[in-house]
């Protein structure tokens, strides 16, 4: 089967997405053969991914006529921090490598939004590939350029834009990602389908079973229109000043839950589960429990996804826990003034970037979504 290629253009820059229908490697190293590098690489890959995976990926990998040093790591949110960002850096030095050698990141969110940071900062910039290996990371965080480490309990409080050269979507991963990793992306495909794309709500609706059996024809698709989305909204808007904002519908509560949770486990809630709660509440926030409110909760509950955080954890003290998610809202980097933003729905396909200046309905938010109180 021909391999579907998504190709899309920053500064004149060629960048690409390749859909990998049998082995990754060999598709890797054919790309390799084109790029214009020194022929040294650095292999990022996350130690919890399949064994086997990782094997084969190497021995096919070792084919290519690059020297390859490979450094594993554990893709954690507790571990996206300044640590693993230079236990990186400390690898580029002690193997040499230069600006035109490349790091292959092989890894969820996390290992990419990390590596991609070290990437952009050694030498000023080097090149970048990445194998995404979640389904979050392959339908969201793989492409848009977005870096960052978190620092002082803040997510994402440090990075910038860097783009990878090539993305790989891979069949063999996507068949392998546990249930609950797999289920989590998928909060960000319905999000794509609210804000620009009904074709992605209407495959959701109507293709369940195969979805969920992971055949590949209908996955590829829905990832398909998934990233070709969110390009259209970062493309002339790279540094999120205007038209980008709005992907990041369900962001600012999502991140004030993950926050609010990480002192108590990092596997307590995955980004996913999070930004679909996100989501709900920012429909809720601005118009409340409308006919896109429960469209939304039907999708969540039918891809086994959370519609509040009664699932996860015993809460004994619920207004601390309220306390602390609105006050965590208030750090969200989108915030320009004194008021975080959100994204209103106006109707599917017409989204709108909103300031929540209305303290009381934020409490109202929190206890009546997040705590299902």
């Known amino acids: 089967m021909k391999n579907k290629i998504i190709k899309y253009y920053l500064n004149n820059h060629e960048h690409r997405v390749t859909f990998c229908y049998d082995k990754e490697a060999p598709d890797i190293t054919k790309d390799l053969t084109r790029l214009q590098s020194d022929k040294r690489m650095l292999l990022v890959i996350d ?50 490598l230069t600006k035109r050698s490349l790091i292959l990141s092989c890894g969820g969110g996390v290992v990419g939004d990390v590596c991609a940071l070290a990437s952009s900062l050694y030498l000023r910039g080097m090149l970048y590939y990445h194998i995404p290996t979640t389904m979050t990371a392959v339908v969201d965080s793989c492409i848009g350029g977005k870096t960052g480490i978190n620092y002082k309990n803040i997510i994402n409080s440090i990075g910038n834009y860097y783009h990878p050269q090539n993305v790989f979507i891979s069949k063999n991963i996507l068949n392998l990602i546990p249930k609950r990793e797999f289920l989590a992306g998928f909060a960000e495909i319905i999000k794509s389908g609210f804000l620009d794309n009904k074709k992605i709500l209407k495959i959701l609706s109507n293709n369940k079973k195969k979805i969920l059996s992971r055949n590949f024809k209908i996955l590829s698709q829905i990832i398909y229109l998934t990233l070709k989305t969110k390009i259209k909204f970062f493309k002339n808007d790279i540094y999120e000043k205007n038209k980008r904002l709005n992907l990041n519908f369900g962001h600012t509560f999502a991140h004030s839950i993950e926050m609010s949770l990480q002192s108590k486990s990092s596997d307590v809630i995955r980004h996913g589960e999070a930004v679909g709660i996100g989501m709900l509440c920012e429909i809720y926030y601005s118009e409340g429990k409308n006919k896109k409110f429960t469209m939304l909760k039907n999708l969540l509950k039918k891809y086994g996804l959370p519609i509040n955080l009664k699932k996860y954890l015993v809460i004994k003290n619920l207004n601390k826990m309220k306390n602390s998610i609105y006050k965590n809202i208030f750090l969200d980097k989108k915030r320009l003034n004194n008021f975080p933003r959100i994204i209103k729905i106006q109707k599917i396909g017409r989204p709108k970037v909103i300031e929540m200046r209305n303290n009381e309905r934020i409490f109202e938010t929190i206890e009546k979504v997040i705590l299902s109180l």
């Open 47 to 96: 130690d919890s991914i399949n064994k086997d995976v990782i094997k084969n990926f190497f021995k096919d990998l070792a084919l290519s006529d690059f020297e390859v040093h490979v450094l594993k790591v554990k893709g954690s949110k507790k571990n996206k921090n300044q640590t693993l960002l230079f236990q990186i850096i400390d690898k580029l030095i002690k193997y040499k």
